[in-house]
């Protein structure tokens, strides 16, 4: 069964803190003369920091989520993309520590960071 993002949370994140960011996928080599080396390494999927909005129950929610569904952020689940609106696979990015973080937004509501990458 395929882990998607939950329904009962926000399809979109918030406008401040989103990013689209693609990474470098080059191999590159500095001769002693002359102009540099450049070669394409692989296919890097794109990288989305974002932040969303939460309740206490909408955490309670995504806390859930994250350790069950996904077994805390190893496995990939499906997402529709905030530009396109197109479905893409994603993952909790695994360079990323920590993998979200929240912090207060009000006495019941949190803002929660974290950066996904798109697998390719």
Do not use: C, N
């Amino acid at each position: 069964m395929a882990v998607t993002w939950p329904p009962s949370l926000p399809r979109m994140p918030l406008q401040e803190g989103y990013q689209r960011q693609q990474p470098a996928s080059l191999w590159t080599f500095e001769p002693d003369e002359g102009a540099p080396y450049v070669r394409p390494k692989g296919i890097k999927g794109k990288k989305f920091p974002m932040t969303f909005f939460f309740t206490l129950e909408q955490l309670r929610i995504f806390e859930e989520w994250y350790e069950k569904s996904t077994f805390y952020g190893v496995l990939p689940f499906d997402y529709e993309d905030p530009d396109f609106g197109t479905a893409v696979q994603v993952m909790f990015d695994p360079s990323a520590d920590p993998h979200y973080a929240s912090d207060l937004a009000g006495p019941f509501y949190r803002r929660v960071t974290m950066t996904w990458q798109v697998l390719p």
